[in-house]
């Protein structure tokens, strides 16, 4: 793995959560569309992950829901990965995937905060990935008495920064990917 090679990892950014309107919901949006940009500007690899969550609910494998979000969607040939953990490492391919490309560092995006996007955080970090964290760039849900800013909060500062990645502002990640 090559430590500066970066990919932007888009994690669970579909139609039917996006369209539930998660916590700061545009800002989510905004930030993940300028990452896109800036890393297809400058030919980086953006790759995506659908969660299934089984048949008759809103993330249904082959449902509208189930879709990566419009306002987010693959340009052509950016690769999709299908996962039914909460990981996007497991049974997906992905690990083999980014050895091939040979990234070395992951730019993780997407939702939920408490779900996927921290168990894909934590196998990143096992598996020797650099995980950059864009405020801005995850978001979640009202989760039972807990709000969405607090979750989000208690994981940028308690959980990952320091600990499994790094969590910088959009131009602070763009400026670590262009280093």
């Known amino acids: ?21 998660p916590w700061k919901t545009e800002r989510l949006l905004k930030t993940i ?5 800036d890393f297809r500007a400058h030919s980086r690899s953006v790759i ?8 008759g609910t809103s993330l249904a494998y082959g449902s509208a829901g189930w879709q990566v979000a419009r306002e987010v969607s693959p340009a052509r040939g950016e690769k999709i990965f299908d996962k039914t953990y ?4 497991l049974h997906t391919g992905l690990d083999n995937y980014l050895k091939r490309l040979g990234v070395g560092t992951l730019a993780i995006v997407g939702l939920q905060t408490e779900y996927c ?22 978001s979640t849900f009202r989760n039972g008495r807990l709000p969405a800013r607090k979750i989000n909060l208690f994981f940028y500062k308690n959980i990952w920064q320091g600990r499994y ?11 670590e990917v262009r280093s």
């Open 117 to 138: 996007i921290d168990a894909t955080v934590k196998s990143a970090f096992e598996r020797g990935y650099r995980v950059l964290l864009p405020a801005g760039g995850i």
């Open 33 to 37: 569309t300028a990452l896109q940009a």
């Open 1 to 21: 793995m090559e430590p500066n090679k970066t990919a932007l990892l888009v994690v669970d950014v579909q139609q039917a959560l996006v369209d539930a309107r």
């Open 48 to 55: 995506f992950v659908r969660h299934d969550d089984g048949p």
């Open 86 to 89: 909460n990981s996007a490492f």
């Open 165 to 175: 990645g790094d969590v910088l502002s959009l131009s602070g990640i763009l400026k």
